[in-house]
Each structure stands twice: as structure tokens, then as C-alpha cells.
């Protein structure tokens, strides 16, 4: 009886899983609704209005599907014309290909008809302001009944980029430039102490959990590959305090303190080091540059720093292999 159960419970369990399967329709990697496609969007590089408007039906409409704007009501044939001769006329090398390996796929379905999917790269550089516009533009095309003519259009597009293009002519303050701030006070103390080798002191105005990159770490391509911590950024300059004496850290010029308009804030600093060698007594100097990012509170919350290692004394540094 045990071995009847299981039996009929392993058949409903099989014919329950095949009851939720259900065909909608059928995928193709070719198929004429791909070429009506690709062509559309070769015209739409090209700015060509009449092909457009062959390829597309009366009531076309075109939208961008990651807008964030609620109102928005999609793009009309005439519109998507204007929007694809602003692109063409505007831009040098303006393309829309396929991205990476990808191809178009076109879908059958049984109730809602024929889409096809395709994921291209769009790009361009526009002619005016220098601007590079380079993201996914993926599509899916909605045809009419008897598949010749494309009638919905659904485009994804990095909205951001966009609206960094519509900016890139204009004038646009981004926060305010101070050139005296509390801020540029908490630096130049964090530097007059270093000075003086005081290197609890240093850090009296960072977080308990701020970050330090320099451009001496090792680097992957414009991001250092490692932060390190307060007590990691100590054991760093220790070796410095060492074996090298401070004859004195001159202010170049003065700290700028950008206070965006977004969260946070950066002070700029440059900086001359006069350094001696107390090994060799040689004499030399180290310019350097510092980024600190602020936090809401006013507490450093990251450090960069910029200068050439090598000139640093070779008796305690470790040479690369």
C-alpha cells in the first residue's frame, strides 16, 4: 500500500508540473520582422524620414522605459523623426550596434503578436561640446497584425546620460569654491601636525572609520585597488618619521574647498615638502597633493594623496620586483 501511495503521489506531482506548462508562441533568431527592425534602426541613424515612416504605422509611438517622469506620454512618429535627425545631424559617428555576441531575437506570441528583441550599444560624440553619449540601448518592437510595419517601440536608454548631453552646452554652477572654510582649517592643521610628527594628532578630525588611498598603492587604471585604514595609514608613514626629518611643509598657493551641490565636500591642497635624509643628511623636496572628502558632519571621511615615491629616501623603502 506504502509503495501504491508513492506511486500515485510522484504521478501528481508530474502531471500537476506539466499542467502549469503552457506554449505562448515561438522565438526566432531569423525571421523577416528582424530585418524590418534593423533597418529601422539604421534609419534612424541616418535621419532618413521618408524610410522611417514606411517602416512604422500611422499611430506609432515610441517610449523610453526607464523615464521617471509620470506624465510622460511616449514619443509620436513626427517627434521620433525630429529626435532622430537631432542625433544625425548633431553628432559625429553616430551608431546603433549590436552588443557584444547579442542578436535579435523575434517572438511569435499567440495573443499579443509579433516583437522583436534586440540589444545594441548606442553611440556618439556630439559636434558642438565635445560630449560622448555611449550607452546600452536595448529595444523591443511591437508590429502590426501581419508583421510588415513596426507600431510600438519600447527603448531603454540611460536617462542620466541623456541629461548630462542636453547640459553639456550650457553654463551650470555645481556648489560653491571657498578658499578660506572650516574645513581648509582642519586640513592645514592635519599638515601642521605632520609637520611636526605628531601623528596621533594628524587624524584628530577623521572618522573612526575613514579611508586612504595613495597614488603609490597599487593602482587599476584610475582606482587605487587598495584603501586602507587610519591605524594601516600610521604604520605607512612610520618608517617616513623614521628615517626622514621635517625641515618644513610650505602651502602652495591656497586649499580650495568645494562644497557641492550634492552630498559631501572636497578640499584641494598643494603642498612643498623640505626633507632630509638623516641616513645620507642629503637634502631634497617632495611636492604633493591632497584630496579630503568631508562628510554632512564635517569630519574627513577619505584621503588621497599625490607624489613621486621614489624620490623618498631608498634606505627604507622596499624596491618592486
Not at 597599487?218 to 594601516?232: N, R
Amino acid at each position: 500500500m506504502k509503495k501504491l501511495f508513492t506511486t500515485l503521489l510522484l504521478f501528481c506531482l508530474i502531471t500537476g508540473v506539466n499542467a502549469q506548462k503552457n506554449l505562448n508562441g515561438k522565438i526566432y533568431d531569423k525571421h523577416p520582422t528582424i530585418d524590418i527592425a534593423e533597418k529601422f534602426l539604421q534609419s534612424y541613424v541616418k535621419g532618413d524620414a521618408e524610410a522611417i515612416t514606411k517602416l512604422t504605422t500611422d499611430d506609432f509611438k515610441a517610449y523610453n522605459t526607464l523615464s521617471t517622469n509620470w506624465d510622460y506620454k511616449g514619443l509620436d512618429l513626427k517627434a521620433f523623426i525630429q529626435n532622430s535627425q537631432y542625433w544625425a545631424n548633431n553628432f559625429t559617428n553616430f551608431s546603433i550596434k549590436k552588443r557584444g555576441a547579442s542578436y535579435p531575437d523575434a517572438l511569435e506570441y499567440k495573443k499579443d503578436g509579433i516583437w522583436v528583441n534586440s540589444f545594441n550599444i548606442f553611440y556618439g560624440i556630439n559636434k558642438k561640446t565635445g560630449f560622448k553619449v555611449e550607452t546600452p540601448y536595448d529595444c523591443s518592437f511591437v508590429f502590426n497584425a501581419d508583421g510588415t510595419k513596426i507600431k510600438t517601440m519600447h527603448f531603454y536608454i540611460n536617462t542620466a546620460m541623456l541629461n548630462k548631453n542636453a547640459e553639456s552646452d550650457q553654463t551650470l554652477t555645481n556648489g560653491i569654491l571657498y578658499k578660506q572654510h572650516p574645513n581648509i582649517v582642519k586640513v592645514r592643521k592635519m599638515v601642521s601636525n605632520m609637520a611636526l610628527g605628531r601623528v596621533v594628532e594628524m587624524y584628530a578630525d577623521f572618522t573612526p572609520d575613514a579611508e586612504f588611498a595613495d597614488i603609490n598603492y597599487p593602482y587599476d587604471t584610475l582606482f587605487p585597488k587598495v584603501k586602507k585604514s587610519i591605524e594601516d595609514r600610521k604604520k605607512d608613514l612610520a618608517p617616513f618619521f623614521e628615517n626622514i626629518e621635517i625641515q618644513g611643509i610650505d602651502e602652495i598657493g591656497y586649499p580650495d574647498m568645494l562644497d557641492h551641490e550634492g552630498p559631501g565636500s572636497v578640499v584641494d591642497s598643494w603642498w612643498s615638502m623640505r626633507l632630509i635624509n638623516k641616513k645620507t643628511k642629503k637634502a631634497f623636496k617632495i611636492l604633493l597633493v591632497y584630496m579630503h572628502t568631508f562628510n554632512a558632519d564635517g569630519k574627513i571621511e577619505q584621503e588621497m594623496a599625490f607624489y613621486n615615491g621614489s624620490q623618498i629616501a631608498d634606505s627604507y623603502i622596499e624596491k618592486k620586483k
